[in-house]
């Protein structure tokens, strides 16, 4: 067995281990540099510095873990079809959220573009950072942005959202369930939806369908989107 594929399994394991293992740890102490989307990559980060694996290396094996976006993306149908009551006892206020979420998030981040000079791939990727991963990779191509970009970038939006998710509710006075549950599905995706699990049952239900529907909308307008923040 060559160097390389030896580098490569071993980026492998180390993702994968590196993950659990924050799981595990975040789950007895809840200190949000534990969190899996922080602790993981440092630990990836670390490896790949001090080793010095060429990104092409590290992906030979685990580009399959970016591979089952696709099937993850297919699967969020069933939380929907599981809380399609809750859908149709609050259909106005998850609505407007994910309206609100989708326009903020691409309204924002593009004012943050004209204001502060950024390189195009950069500036074209940072538009879909407010909705999940497989979704904004999906719909950056529209804005000509970068997938793996997206990707991290998406990543450091939702860890930002979940860190000061708390802080803003109580300084915004919102205390309803649907209020931060919405709130933390359409700015924060899938780490505001961690969060939202961790206050309460309800509002990780809620975050979890405005998390998806905020996804979706932003796949399905794409094209609509990409031609009025072009």
Known sequence: MSQSTLLALLSLIVTVASYYAAKALYRRHKTWWLLPSIMAPVVVIVMVVMLSIPLPTYFEYTHWLVTLLAPATVA???????ERQLVRRYPITISLGVLAGVM????????LVQVVPLPAELSH?????SVSTPFAMQA??????VPELTAMLVMLTGIIGMVIGEPLFRL????????KGVALGASAHGSGTAKATEIGQQEGVVASLTMIFA??????GAPVFAWIFS
């Not at 903020?104 to 004012?111: A, E, I, P, V």
């Not at 950056?140 to 942005?145: A, K, L, Q, Y």
């Not at 919102?174 to 209020?179: A, E, R």
């Open 76 to 82: 969020f149908a069933l939380p929907i079809y599981r």
């Open 104 to 111: 903020f998030g691409l309204t924002s981040t593009w004012l």
């Open 125 to 129: 990727s940072v538009l879909v950072r």
């Open 140 to 145: 950056t191509t529209s804005f000509g942005g």
């Open 172 to 179: 915004a006075h919102i205390h309803t369930s649907l209020g």
């Open 215 to 220: 996804g979706i909308t932003m796949v399905i």
